[in-house]
């Protein structure tokens, strides 16, 4: 199924964004998103592991045609690092780190994505418009506003399904984001798994906030997506300990 409400974005406009896959023979079959988050490091979604990615791509726009002016490179994935705190078919902690077989020669074209550090990470982001860039199952990179809004919301609007009991014993908390759009229309969808959502700081600076794990159905405003939140002090702890 494709994006939900999404646009075709500007060639290098978020040049964080990782596409995850496998090789298969002469051709890699992308399944997931990541964010680059350093040199050597890929952020993405836990539950993509099951594929067993092997390749990392960083700026591409659009993988079926050699001929869009983005310069891409692959990268071997030399180790993956599962969040510890995850538990199968829990929701939570749905994490991993994807560490590239060789350093990004940092350039316009391969830029990190900023971290909700220190001061970054006590800003209140609820109601704030977040940016979310997606790529499989399209071929080229798209991306979509959305509404954050509070985990409440999202454990209320989640906790009517038959799922809700397993995926989330304790509730839906603050490990969570949830963001979507208040008609509905605008969401992340399969393929869209790992791919970040961003902010904006009060420098301009774009800020990694969230990365997609779930939903139900897409573009429902009933049911906002699910991201892993960024904000999540032993998230960070993780991240700096494994990849800085």
């Not at 940092?106 to 550090?117: D, E, G, M, R, S």
Request: net charge negative; proline share 6%.
């Amino acid at each position: 199924m494709g994006h939900v409400g999404f646009k075709e974005a500007k060639p290098h406009a978020w040049s964080w964004m990782a596409l995850v896959g496998r090789r298969e023979g002469d051709n890699n079959k992308w399944f997931c998103g990541g964010a680059l988050i350093n040199e050597q490091w890929v952020l993405t979604a836990l539950h993509c592991l099951f594929e067993s990615p092997d390749v990392v791509r960083l700026g591409e726009h659009d993988y079926q045609d050699t001929n869009d002016g983005a310069p891409h490179q692959d990268f071997d994935v030399a180790e993956t690092v599962m969040y510890p705190g995850y538990a199968n078919p829990e929701g939570y902690h749905d994490l991993a780190l994807l560490r590239l077989s060789s350093r990004v020669h940092i350039q316009k074209f391969f830029i990190p994505v900023c971290l909700p550090w220190g001061v970054e990470r006590e800003v209140d982001i609820t109601g704030q418009t977040a940016t979310l860039t997606g790529g499989p199952p399209t071929t080229f990179l798209q991306q979509v506003k959305v509404t954050v809004f509070t985990s409440d919301k999202c454990d209320t609007s989640y906790s009517i399904l038959p799922k809700y009991n397993t995926s989330w014993p304790q509730g839906i908390g603050e490990e969570t984001l949830c963001a979507g759009d208040v008609e509905g229309g605008k969401d992340a969808c399969q393929g869209d798994s790992g791919g970040p959502l961003v902010t904006k700081d009060v420098g301009g600076s774009f800020v990694l906030a969230g990365i997609v794990v779930q939903g139900n159905g897409c573009g429902n405003k009933d049911f906002p997506g699910l991201y892993a939140n960024m904000r999540y002090p032993p998230y960070l702890v993780w991240i700096k300990n494994v990849a800085f």
